[in-house]
């Protein structure tokens, strides 16, 4: 049976090292069916969160060859958050020639770009959304820009991530079937607050899919139709009730829910002043 493997490569450079080492690794194995994405010349801090909103979208595998540490274990520590394995596309070999030759291993501390303010911005912005990525911190919510509230699989992540790039700080709150939204969430008075909605039959097939890469057939009621018909119909009830505005995010993309939102800002912070 033919297996799909979602194949991310990131590259500090021309991308030639990991789609070379990607493309030979590949050919060893039977009967897998390849989709990959590649980014070039990753450099910069910033340019990460948007990286990581693809990620979150659509997990696979990540292979790149970041020098910079700082844009590094950015990138790594995106993708142990959203649970996406990833390798260093010199591992182990730098570590065995180091430990051979008993040289020290050599690394870029930083970017080194020129640091301006709109880059600052972008870097405190994903920290601040990669700290209060679904529901973690959810009472202590002040702090953001927006909060995007919805039933699981709905988006909230990668739109998250996606605004991040955009140096806004969004968090984002799971709505949980039978529990109460959490109280942090509805003492939030500063941010904006989005609710987020899926057709449920839509629903139905990307949880399906969901369970079907985790191979958990245990939790059937995570996709059943019927009980995500309720679940959606009630978090739209919570978002009317507490006049949050309501973004359909069944057929848009990652970019235009994220865009609708940067719109309310905009408008906002217009009548605020």
């Known amino acids: 049976m033919s297996r799909t493997l979602v194949l991310y490569l990131v590259s500090h450079a021309s991308g030639e090292?990991?789609?070379?080492?990607?493309?030979?690794?590949?050919?060893?194995?039977?009967?897998?069916?390849?989709r990959r994405r590649l980014w070039k010349t990753v450099r910069?801090?910033?340019?990460?969160?948007?990286i990581l909103g693809v990620l979150a979208a659509a997990p696979g595998y990540v292979l790149h060859s970041i020098s910079h540490s700082d844009v590094r274990e950015a990138l790594e520590e995106g993708c142990r958050h959203l649970g996406i394995p990833f390798q260093f596309a010199l591992e182990p070999l730098v570590g065995q020639l180091a430990e051979y030759t008993g040289a020290a291993i050599l690394s870029h501390h930083s970017s080194g770009d020129a640091f301006d303010e709109d880059y600052f911005r972008r870097v405190e912005a994903m920290?601040?959304?990669?700290?209060?990525?679904?529901?973690?911190?959810?009472?202590?919510?002040?702090?953001?820009d927006v909060i995007i509230v919805g039933v699981s699989r709905a988006t909230k992540t990668p739109t998250c991530m996606y605004l991040a790039s955009?140096?806004?700080?969004a968090a984002n709150v799971p709505l949980v079937p039978g529990a109460p939204p959490p109280v942090g969430l509805l003492r939030a008075n500063g941010p904006l607050i989005v609710g987020l909605t899926v057709d449920p039959a839509r629903l139905a097939m990307i949880r399906a899919a969901r369970l079907s890469a985790l191979t958990d057939e245990s939790n059937g009621d995570y996709a059943d139709l019927?009980?995500?018909?309720?679940?959606?119909?009630?978090?739209?009830?919570?978002?009317i009730r507490r006049g949050w505005p309501i973004i359909d995010a069944s057929h848009r993309s990652i970019e235009q829910t994220a865009s609708m939102i940067i719109e309310m800002l905009r408008k906002r912070a217009g009548e605020a002043n």
């Open 17 to 34: 090292l990991v789609e070379m080492l990607a493309r030979n690794a590949v050919t060893q194995l039977a009967g897998v069916e390849v």
């Open 44 to 50: 910069r801090l910033d340019q990460v969160p948007e």
């Open 127 to 144: 920290k601040y959304t990669l700290a209060h990525d679904d529901g973690v911190a959810s009472d202590d919510l002040d702090g953001a």
């Open 166 to 169: 955009r140096g806004i700080k």
């Open 226 to 239: 019927d009980l995500l018909r309720k679940e959606v119909l009630e978090a739209r009830r919570l978002f």
